[in-house]
């Protein structure tokens, strides 16, 4: 599989080459950053999987959390999505240097990629889990993203979604004001409710919050608010999915 599958990161668009930058400046550190495994761990605690399961992680970064995953879960595979192509350098030596070869690590703009032609078919198949870890908030048509997370699982397949949200944090307003009219970028973080409407527009299923963490401090690491999100993709089991999916933010 190639970054060409997924569609190049955007170097022409100056805002998303500013956060390839960012992340490619913090590629070589970024798994010194325990803040990031703790949130990656709340995901790991409520991932249950058996057998042959494929794991898509969008924004996967260096693929800490996927690697972790498939460490726990011998017959699964992943693919792991990022802008930043020395997130994904790391990802992919962290995974040799573990001897982990059920992994694809892929350089791409989640946003521009062709979900159903590029991550979902590098195994020949489409995810049962997919991951989307602080990821989310840099999104600019969040809901087109989320349309596109839904077409990239099989009926039955299930998305988790850590971010920060609005709710209960005064820092997470104050910081989603900072981004919004001083650095003017297109991070935004939501509430969980406008999150969840959006999965439902989106046609999942079983949607709820997991868990919320609003604890400011946490193992010396600031917290602001954070929210766990799942959803599922209707089976056959569940009759007609009533997906619309896609449609940008602002609702
Ligand atoms: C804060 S890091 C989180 C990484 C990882 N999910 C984790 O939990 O450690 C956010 C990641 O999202 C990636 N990202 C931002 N916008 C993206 C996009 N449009 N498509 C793919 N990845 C994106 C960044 O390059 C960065 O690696």
């Known amino acids: 599989m190639t970054a060409g599958a997924t569609g190049p990161a955007t170097p022409t668009d100056p805002e998303l080459a500013k956060v390839e930058r960012i992340f490619d400046r913090w590629a070589p550190d970024y798994e010194k950053n325990e803040w990031y495994k703790a949130q990656g761990r709340e995901v790991l605690e409520h991932l249950s999987l058996t057998g042959e399961r494929l794991i898509v992680d969008v924004g996967c970064g260096t693929g800490w959390l996927l690697r972790q995953a498939l460490a726990a879960h011998p017959e699964a595979r992943g693919i792991g ?3 930043s192509s020395k997130m994904i350098e790391r990802a992919r030596e962290n995974a040799e240097a573990e001897g982990l070869n059920r992994v694809r690590f892929v350089t791409g703009n989640w946003e521009a990629a062709g979900a159903d032609d590029g991550t979902s078919h590098a195994f020949g198949g489409k995810a049962d889990v997919v991951f989307c870890v602080s990821a989310f908030h840099y999104f600019r048509g969040p809901r087109a993203a989320l349309a596109k997370m839904f077409r990239s699982l099989r009926p039955g397949g299930e998305l988790f979604l850590l971010d920060r949200e609005m709710e209960g944090s005064a820092l997470t307003r104050i910081w989603g004001g900072i981004h919004r009219f001083l650095l003017r970028d297109h991070v935004r973080f939501y509430t969980s409710s406008r999150l969840l409407r959006w999965m ?6 079983d949607r ?3 868990t919320t963490i609003r604890k400011r401090f946490r193992g010396g690491k600031l917290y602001t608010s954070l929210v ?3 959803a599922r993709k209707p089976g056959a089991s569940d009759g007609a999915s009533g997906a619309v999916g896609g449609g940008e933010r602002g609702a």
């Open 208 to 210: 709820r919050v997991v």
């Open 200 to 205: 439902e527009e989106a046609g999942f299923c």
């Open 81 to 83: 999505i990022d802008l």
């Open 228 to 230: 766990l999100l799942s």
